[in-house]
């Protein structure tokens, strides 16, 4: 028999490349369908909101108010004013394609998970008008392509992480609203962030000010 030839391999191995890539992708917005409906699991959704998130369809991109770009990755979640109550899940932070997580205005409680310092694609984390407590992660300083941070009007705690300071993409800053304590970084994008950014928060402060001025 006569050896088979570079040419005769090189279609074959070009159709195993599509169908290895086929396989990843499809595995890939499984994935992403299994940390939504871990997500939806632990939301009370009184109004059938989430109706449509059927853990059975194989890629989520035909959800209610999820986005998938052209390889079927969920990049989007816009689900503001929903009425959902719950806690966030850290299963979330499984969508590693998102660029967009809008939760604000519905009844979030518990903490921001840390995990979410691995949404490396996240631009935008809108999380206001909730009831959402605990620490702003420091992990949150990974998130080297976040433009908007929205977490005002919950009841967040603690200090601003140093951390946020490095996020050199960041325009805008909104933690308004909580009852953060500690000295409000001055360094990166902090430098231009207006003092609305910071509004109500009885214990935080600027560099210089005294503990007293704070109601400490």
Not at 107 to 116: D, H, L
Not at 117 to 129: A, K, W
Request: hydrophobic share 40%; glycine share 6%.
């Amino acid at each position: 028999m006569a050896p088979t030839s570079a040419g005769n391999l090189a279609p074959a191995t070009a159709i195993l490349v599509v169908v290895v890539a086929v396989v990843l992708a499809a595995a890939a917005a499984s994935q992403d369908g299994d940390a939504l409906t871990e997500f939806r699991k632990g939301m009370s959704d009184p109004d059938g909101a989430l109706a449509s998130w059927d853990p059975d369809l194989v890629n989520p991109c035909t959800w209610f108010r999820v986005t998938c770009n052209a390889d079927n990755r969920v990049i989007r979640l816009d689900l503001e004013e929903m009425n959902l109550s719950g806690h966030l899940s850290a299963d979330l932070a499984r969508l590693d394609q998102l660029q967009f997580m809008e939760i604000a205005s519905n009844n979030i409680e518990g903490p921001i998970p840390p995990e979410f310092g691995n949404l490396e694609n996240l631009i935008s984390l809108d999380l206001c008008n909730n009831t959402i407590s605990g620490p702003i992660p420091p992990s949150l300083g990974k998130l080297k392509s976040l433009k908007f941070m929205r977490i005002d009007h919950n009841l967040l705690t603690g200090p601003i992480p140093n951390e946020l300071a490095g996020l050199s993409n960041l325009m805008i800053l909104n933690v308004s609203n909580n009852d953060l304590c500690g000295t409000i970084p001055t360094s990166g994008p902090f430098d231009h962030f207006p003092p609305s950014s910071f509004a109500n928060n009885p214990r935080l402060r600027y560099p210089g000010m005294d503990d007293d001025d704070t109601g400490r």
